[in-house]
């Protein structure tokens, strides 16, 4: 993906690039010269309002997702690897929060058989402890 291309995501949603915002600063932890001298960890900012899609999922969206959203990454040492986790975790984030609702449980019955099984288990469970006991 080109800097000035739009990310465009699996459900269908458009964030234009130029909605994209980057900031770049130095990784923490362990990486000896690498870490000290070159910005590669990678926030992206982005407004939700920027968003463009269907007006469901830009609603879904509007329910989940607070009004600027951030990613960051600093996972690779290479500042380009750390971009492209950025637009995925972004993309990802917006599909999520843009899928509809799981459909609710329908409550069931248990079976004939597994009552029965669980009632046997109890019993030979009981017979088993009372097994145990011995009259003083």
């Known amino acids: 993906m080109k800097p000035d291309d739009d990310l465009v995501t699996s459900r269908g949603l458009t964030v234009p690039a130029s909605a994209l915002e980057w900031v770049f600063t130095r ?27 269907r007006a469901v999922l830009l609603e879904r969206i509007a329910e989940a997702l607070p009004e600027t959203i951030t990613v960051s990454s600093q996972t690779s040492r290479s500042q380009w690897r750390n971009r492209q986790l950025c637009l995925a975790r972004l993309a990802e984030r917006i599909d999520d929060a843009a899928a509809p609702p799981a459909p609710s449980r329908r409550a ?3 079976s004939r058989g597994s009552v029965q099984r669980r009632l046997d288990s109890k019993k ?4 088993k402890k009372a097994g145990r006991r011995t009259e003083w």
Not at 30 to 53: E, F
Not at 124 to 127: A, L, T
Request: hydrophobic letters at 30%; proline letters at 3%; a positive charge.
């Open 27 to 53: 990784s923490a932890g362990a990486g000896g010269q690498n870490v000290n001298k070159v910005s590669t960890k990678v926030v992206l900012r982005v407004a939700r309002d920027h968003i463009r899609g």
């Open 108 to 110: 069931t019955k248990p």
């Open 124 to 127: 030979k469970h009981s017979e």
